[in-house]
């Protein structure tokens, strides 16, 4: 988990996620500077799961989860923590999330 740009901390006799505080410079220059609105379970796991597996399609994103992203789902990540779109898609048709 060293390289991961996250760390694991327990808190309250459970988990949390938190940014690596080498990353803070990066984060700030992004210009967040809080998270809209709570992120349900799903909302997430999806936010999770592209910051771990990044670049990542949709279609990868169903293969982890074993169920359809929705496009709705993907399209309010970067209002709630600055995830883009990718540069450029891969193959035809696969746009990637970053």
């Known amino acids: 988990m060293r390289d991961r740009p996250y760390e694991m901390v327990a808190v309250a006799g459970g988990w949390q996620h938190r940014t690596r505080p080498r990353l803070a410079g990066a984060i700030r ?5 809080a998270v809209v609105g709570e992120l349900s379970q799903h909302e997430s796991l999806v936010l999770m799961a592209v910051a771990d597996f990044q ?6 994103l169903r293969r982890i ?5 929705s496009r709705d789902t993907i ?3 970067p209002a709630i923590a600055g995830s883009r779109p990718g540069r450029a898609a891969r193959s035809r048709a696969r746009p ?3």
């Not at 220059?29 to 500077?33: D, Q, R, S, V």
């Not at 670049?55 to 990868?60: D, I, L, M, N, S």
């Not at 989860?65 to 992203?69: D, L, Y």
């Open 29 to 33: 220059a992004l210009g967040i500077t």
């Open 55 to 60: 670049p990542v399609t949709r279609g990868e």
């Open 65 to 69: 989860f074993c169920k359809e992203v």
């Open 75 to 77: 399209a309010a990540l």
């Open 96 to 98: 990637t999330l970053m």
